[in-house]
């Protein structure tokens, strides 16, 4: 690692990419190994002081490590590719592929991680190495907001971390997760979850803990968001999968809270990701929904726990598991071809392009195979985790009691409500962005992106196709995971029933079907339309005769009126100047919108803003001045000496 | 496969029947039943004129989405029988399905850079978004009810036990049916024969489209019919024989037309900029259908 910036400069980025891939290649063997069973221990005795630091790959870090290393082998190839607009910046650059490069080993340490404090620290490593690459484009002022804004949030995530590793420390003598696994059996499991949930939700963005996700992953690389969009935020997930295996009761309420929290969560999510139109805003809003679709599968598993069924258990948390992967399949696709539009237009504001399918086509297909996934479109892999989701919500309304059955209701209602308004964002971006006439001038005419960026696109929606068309081994496999985890459902009582099983390979045998009665219509058309005469024309504009690109829909426009009937959520900010009636040659003004966040400004800028003003009053202990520190210094320690010698401390 | 069969061959009449219903409200003597059918055939028949806007997925998108209608046939069944396509959850799958052509019309519509196709595309996607918890929270609490997950064990076994669950249907009915209007883009929620481009929804996406794709597309929407009225159809079968489902299955199929007719004969239209709050409304209708159910269940007592 430490040899990347001792290499000539074009080599950098393959000498990283062949480490990426190492390192990939050496943690997918004990994963895959872990898969099959075999779990693989490793103990570090460090000193006397620390203890010994014991590392472990089960199922649950397999799964997560091989997403991990599946999203950074694509990320770093696409990157080699997409960072060739920066070659300039030598120094910059390789310190990139440095920390690329730590960035994925500290994630893997952290799927690996048994100890609460090793958990730490590599944690941490793993939040700063994200700081670092998100701050590649330093230059920018509105980079360095987003980056110091996620590194602040990332600790206050990590305060939350600690404090629990601390409680349970206090509590059982030891910082081993095994020692959680004590402490929930022997006291209430409630109060620890929530300060790990909080800890791990800062991660993984569920609302309101989200206001990190739709500023950093803006200003990040393409493929650094495509990466922590894909991987970072789903080690959150990890984590609170970690808690919810040690869970040993409070199951109910902690399921239904979970539930509510994340349906909550995917609304406000996709909802906002609809309005926005910075490209990798919208995604990144979409993040945040599709991390809500995730902890619906995890409530539901808890749910299911609750009440002792075990099927409910392996549909929600296979369902989460699944879409966990899926989710960083199509997100990181979804930012790759961001990227791409990106490097060919610089510009990330949506109603800025258009047209752009005839340029970029290869793209824009990657584009649209993405958007039909995220919104959960059959043949794609994103039907069949929120396939295996409305089975398990479907069962629980079955199965559990009154409370519960409106609940579920609510979350089936949630669920489909989610999907109509991701088709209307991603119709929306997809046809803003790639179809129609180009609507603003571009620096230069957008090419379609060299093939070492298209490469990775094609190898994720290969995988995309495979889970859609063969989903039964993907379930079979997370199904296992699921059922190692809780011996009392994999007990001899327990077993997938058949017709479960039966109508997941349906999915993919129909979905194939599909494929092949669209291939069928659309050859009979050719064939029948084949010598019929074609003619192309303008496209009809009700008898106007002189339109332009201006005039087509913007955006915008599409999008109005769903953010018009969400207002109360949806905040817009117009400026604007009211034309007066006196005003007989208004002269030419300017109209701006656009939308903010309703957590940040309603609730989290007053309650900084409070605590900014109530912090004013100690700012004279902070006055600059060295001779003062060093009083405060001198002052503190005769403080800690007349302690000891008085015996206080 | 006999609901496929009984539902193609619906569709062939279906909108003709609408159109003659209307033709009689209004005091007119209207075209023969088959006259869709024989507009189809000749638009088959046609070549086809391109925007120069527009790419391959104006082209692709009528075939994906008459394909995606195909295959959402295939999973309703009639009374007892299943239809070709049935598992547990084959209600998400159907309404996934119609989605992905929903998907790619709305995308032809924006593929050719027109306002006004944009305009009707943003609002098929806004208001089939709102029609869609209604269908979902309706499933759901039939699911609830029967305690079976695909069409067909749901429709088999609706009526066991209680003849309450007939008033359920009813109100199903008036959910399927509004929803069919809204996919359909039909009365109360859009003027099918308005001449104002600006208020139309579904005949403005579809603008650009000609020859055998604009066909296609008129097909699909009198299969789109022919299925929810087959589903309503289905609400009232239960697990009667083969000789009886038939004719009840046609029946309900003619009335559903007939209404359809009479509906657009003597409503208005509601105003566009509320439409997304009736259709909203639905899905209050299909949470009374959930009570209902709870009541039925005896889960409040």
Redesign the interface.
């Known amino acids: 690692m430490i040899t990347i910036p001792f290499v000539p400069h074009p080599f950098r980025a393959r000498l990283s990419f062949f480490i990426v891939c190492l390192e990939a290649a050496v943690t997918t063997v004990p994963a895959v190994k872990a898969l099959g069973g075999q779990d693989t221990h490793l103990v570090l005795s460090v000193n006397q002081l620390a203890g010994n630091w014991s590392f472990h790959v089960d199922r649950l870090s397999a799964w997560f490590m091989l997403i991990i290393n599946l999203t950074c082998i694509n990320g770093a190839l696409y990157g080699t590719g997409y960072m060739k607009q920066y070659e300039a910046q030598r120094a910059n650059l390789s310190l990139h592929w440095v920390l690329f490069l730590l960035f994925q080993g500290s994630m893997l340490w952290v799927c690996m991680a048994q100890n609460g404090l090793v958990f730490l620290i590599v944690w941490e490593l793993m939040s700063i190495s994200s700081f670092l690459l998100v701050l590649f484009d330093h230059q920018q002022k509105s980079t360095l907001q987003a980056g110091i804004n996620y590194l602040v949030q990332m600790h206050m995530g990590v305060l939350f971390l600690a404090a629990a590793f601390i409680w349970v420390y206090f509590s059982e003598g030891s910082l081993e997760f095994s020692a959680i696994e004590h402490f929930f059996s022997s006291h209430s499991n409630f109060w620890l979850f929530f300060l790990f949930f909080t800890g791990f939700g800062i991660k993984a963005g569920f609302v309101p803990l989200h206001s990190w996700l739709p500023q950093a992953h803006p200003a990040a690389p393409s493929h650094i968001s495509g990466v922590m969009s894909g991987v970072i935020v789903k080690l959150g997930i990890y984590g609170i999968f970690r808690m919810v295996f040690f869970l040993k009761q409070d199951y109910i309420l902690i399921g239904e809270i979970v539930v509510i929290l994340s349906v909550l969560t995917g609304i406000y999510g996709i909802l906002n990701a609809s309005v926005h139109r910075d490209i990798k805003k919208m995604l990144a809003y979409c993040t945040i929904e599709n991390i809500g679709i995730i902890g619906i599968g995890i409530g539901l598993g808890l749910l299911g726990l609750g009440s002792g069924n075990g099927l409910l258990v392996v549909l929600g948390f296979t369902g989460a598991l699944l879409h966990t992967l899926n989710h960083s399949l199509f997100k990181s696709l979804l930012f790759f071809t961001a990227g791409s539009v990106y490097l060919q237009t610089h510009t990330r504001d949506m109603e800025k392009l258009?047209?752009l399918?005839?340029r970029m086509?290869v793209s824009?297909v990657f584009f649209?195979v993405g958007a039909?996934a995220i919104?959960?479109?059959?043949p794609f892999n994103g039907?069949v985790s929120?396939?295996l989701l409305?089975?398990g919500?479907?069962?629980g309304?079955?199965s559990i009691?009154?409370a519960n059955?409106t609940l579920?209701?609510s979350a089936?209602?949630?669920?489909?409500?989610i999907?109509?308004?991701s088709?209307?964002t991603?119709?929306?971006s997809?046809?803003?962005v790639f179809?129609?006439?180009p609507r603003s001038p571009l620096p230069r005419e957008p090419r379609e992106v060299s093939p070492v960026m298209r490469l990775p696109q094609y190898f994720i929606i290969l995988i995309m196709l495979s889970v859609g068309l063969f989903p039964l081994f993907y379930f079979s496999v997370t199904g296992s995971i699921v059922s190692a985890y809780l011996p009392v459902m994999a007990g001899e009582d327990f077993r997938i029933p058949a017709?479960?099983g039966?109508?997941i390979s349906?999915?993919g045998r129909?979905s194939l079907?599909?494929l092949a009665?669209?291939a069928l219509?659309?050859f009979t058309?050719k064939k029948?339309?084949g010598r019929?005469?074609?003619?192309?024309?303008?496209?009809?504009?009700?008898g106007y005769t002189a339109?332009s690109?201006n005039?087509?829909?913007t955006g915008k426009?599409?999008?109005?009126?769903?953010g018009k009937?969400m207002n109360f959520m949806l905040l817009e900010k117009k400026k604007y100047k009211e034309i007066r009636t006196n005003e007989i040659f208004p002269p030419e003004r300017k109209y701006s919108s656009h939308y903010n966040d309703f957590f940040v400004t309603r609730v989290l800028d007053g309650l900084v803003d409070r605590l900014l003003y109530s912090m004013n009053y100690f700012q004279f202990i902070q006055n600059g001045k060295i001779q003062m520190y060093i009083l405060y210094g001198i002052f503190f320690i005769v403080l800690v000496f007349l302690g000891t010698a008085l015996k206080l401390i | 496969m006999i609901s496929f069969i009984l539902i193609i061959l619906t569709s062939l009449f279906f909108s003709g029947i609408i159109i003659r219903t209307k033709s009689r409200a209004s005091g007119r003597k209207g075209p023969g039943l088959f006259q869709p059918v024989k507009d189809i055939i000749r638009l088959f028949k046609k070549g086809a004129v391109y925007s120069k806007t527009s790419s391959f997925i104006f082209q692709a998108a009528p075939s994906i989405y008459y394909a995606s209608i195909l295959m959402a046939i295939m999973v309703i069944p009639l009374g007892e029988y299943r239809g070709i396509i049935s598992f547990e959850g084959d209600f998400v799958f159907f309404a996934y399905l119609l989605g992905v052509g929903k998907f790619f019309m709305i995308l032809a519509a924006l593929d050719t850079g027109s306002s006004f196709e944009g305009m009707g595309a943003s609002r098929e996607a806004l208001f089939s978004m709102f029609a869609e918890p209604a269908f979902f929270i309706l499933m759901g609490s039939f699911a609830l009810l029967t305690g079976h997950t695909s069409f067909q064990e749901i429709f088999a076994s609706l009526h066991f036990g209680s003849y309450i669950s007939y008033i359920l249907g009813v109100l199903a009915t008036l959910v399927l049916a509004m929803i069919t209007m809204v996919e359909n883009s039909r009365m109360p929620f859009d003027d099918p024969k308005t001449h104002l481009e600006l208020t139309m929804v579904h005949e403005v996406m579809i603008l650009d489209n000609s020859g055998f794709d604009l066909g296609l597309i008129l097909h699909a929407t009198n299969l789109k019919f022919a299925m929810y009225g087959a589903l309503i159809a289905n609400l009232f079968m239960g697990s009667f024989p083969l000789y009886l489902t038939i004719p009840i299955f046609l029946g309900i199929q003619l009335l559903f037309a007939v209404t359809i007719g009479l509906l657009e004969s003597f409503t208005a239209r509601f105003r566009m900029n509320h439409n997304a709050q009736y259709i909203l409304a639905l899905s209050s209708v299909s949470l009374l259908i959930f009570l209902g159910v709870l009541l039925m269940l005896g889960q409040f007592s």
Not at chain 1, 375 to 378: A, V
Not at chain 1, 412 to 417: D, N, P, Q, R, S
């Open positions: 258009g047209g399918i005839h086509p824009a649209l039909m919104g959960g479109l059959p039907f929120e396939f409305y089975s919500i479907l069962l309304i079955k009691g009154i059955n579920m209701i089936l209602a949630g669920l489909a409500f999907g109509g308004v088709m209307l991603f119709t929306k997809f046809g803003t179809l129609g006439n017709a479960l039966n109508s349906a999915i129909f079907l599909f009665l669209l219509i659309y058309r029948l339309t019929r005469p074609v003619s192309t024309g303008p496209t009809w504009g009700c339109p690109a005039m087509q829909y426009s599409f999008s109005k009126s769903l009937l």
